[in-house]
T-cell receptor, first 114, second 111 residues
Framework: GAGVSQSPSNKVTEKGKDVELRCDPI?????LYWYRQSLGQGLEFLIY????????KSGLPSDRFSAERTGGSVSTLTIQRTQQEDSAVYLC????????????FGSGTRLTVV | DAKTTQPTSMDCAEGRAANLPCNHS???????VYWYRQIHSQGPQYIIH???NNETNEMASLIITEDRKSSTLILPHATLRDTAVYYC????????????FGGGTRVLVKP
């Protein structure tokens, strides 16, 4: 597609439930990044994918967070047993490898844990 | 990656040039200067980047000092739609080298 697509755009879930967030990167972009942004805060890196592998998972805040990417394209970020502090906007970005000015962000998924 | 320092906020008059400073005194020779902005409720948007030379594109100009320890992003004719948080980031351009966002400068363009 023309841009990075994320779904759902908004998600309200109850504390303790699992959620899945989806990212469709730009076709041909091999690098994919997940970030999150809590209300009024800066962007926090979560994980980086090169193709289907994740050489950098250093930003995942706990083992409740996991992500996968299949076919070098779509990525899913899963949060298990959600907590209220997980409430944030989760942003996905993709780029051609080595082209940081080709870093294109999606509009994000706003997750609210109640 | 080198740390950057930006003012927390600044106001700008519509139609005037907006000059956004960034200090990166510990930048190393192979680190680029990148600027992104984030308009409310949207993902960050790439603006411009440079290494040593000044750069200009359809959105902005980037002025980098000769010692590379600071830079200025110039929006030549600010509009209300330029109201956003502007992030200055310095980093080595390499595969998998993620962007690290600081606090940025909150720019408010006023009529």
């Amino acid at each position: 597609g023309a841009g990075v697509s994320q779904s759902p755009s908004n998600k309200v879930t109850e504390k303790g439930k699992d959620v899945e967030l989806r990212c469709d990167p730009i076709s041909g972009h091999t690098a994919l990044y997940w970030y999150r942004q809590s209300l009024g805060q800066g962007l926090e890196f979560l994980i980086y994918f090169q193709g289907n592998s994740a050489p950098d998972k250093s930003g995942l805040p706990s083992d409740r967070f996991s992500a996968e990417r299949t076919g070098g394209s779509v990525s899913t970020l899963t949060i298990q047993r959600t907590q209220q502090e997980d409430s944030a906007v989760y942003l996905c970005a993709s780029s051609k490898e080595g082209q940081l000015y080709g870093y294109t962000f999606g509009s994000g998924t706003r997750l609210t844990v109640v | 990656d080198a740390k950057t320092t930006q003012p927390t906020s600044m106001d700008c008059a519509e139609g005037r040039a907006a000059n956004l400073p960034c200090n990166h005194s510990t930048i190393s020779g192979n680190e680029y200067v990148y600027w992104y902005r984030q308009i409310h409720s949207q993902g960050p948007q790439y603006i411009i980047h440079g290494l040593k030379n000044n750069e200009t594109n359809e959105m902005a100009s980037l002025i980098i000092t000769e010692d590379r320890k600071s830079s200025t992003l110039i929006l030549p004719h600010a509009t209300l739609r330029d109201t956003a948080v502007y992030y200055c980031i310095v980093r080595v351009e390499a595969a998998g080298n993620k962007l690290t966002f600081g606090g940025g400068t909150r720019v408010l363009v006023k009529p």
